[in-house]
């Protein structure tokens, strides 16, 4: 089993920025893609970033050129620094990790709020 564990989250005025931290801990084998999705209230979970393990990233159109996920694989975390953030970023943000060599499994965090104020 893999648990991971955000932090980070918070209150922030439009135009802040905060940066969100995940850290990967349990009988880790390999992490392969780490990414960060957010799901707001009456709306469906969806992806913000996605980052592989050679650090190939990709963006949910929203966030391009205001958000930036990295990670550190020596540590098993995932970051994402979020700039420029608007009234519509504010939801909880859930961390996501797929382990494994030949099974692979995703693993979820319980998620860390985000909510920016107009």
């Known amino acids: 089993q893999v648990q991971l564990v955000e932090s980070g989250g918070g209150l922030v005025q439009a135009g802040g920025s905060l940066r969100l931290s995940c850290a990967a801990s349990?009988?880790?084998?390999?992490?392969?893609?780490m990414g960060w999705y957010r799901q707001a209230p009456g709306k469906q979970r969806e992806l913000v970033a996605v980052?592989?393990?050679?650090?190939?990233?990709n963006y949910a159109d929203s966030v391009k050129g205001r958000f930036t996920i990295s990670r550190d694989n020596a540590k098993n975390q995932v970051f994402l620094q979020m700039n420029s953030l608007k009234p519509e970023d504010t939801a909880v943000y859930y961390c996501?990790?797929?382990?494994?060599?030949?099974?692979?499994?995703?693993?979820w965090g319980r998620g860390t709020q985000v909510t920016v104020s107009s």
């Open positions: 349990g009988r880790i084998g390999r992490i392969n893609d």
């Open positions: 996501k990790a797929n382990e494994g060599w030949v099974r692979r499994d995703d693993y």
């Open positions: 980052i592989t393990s050679g650090g190939i990233t």
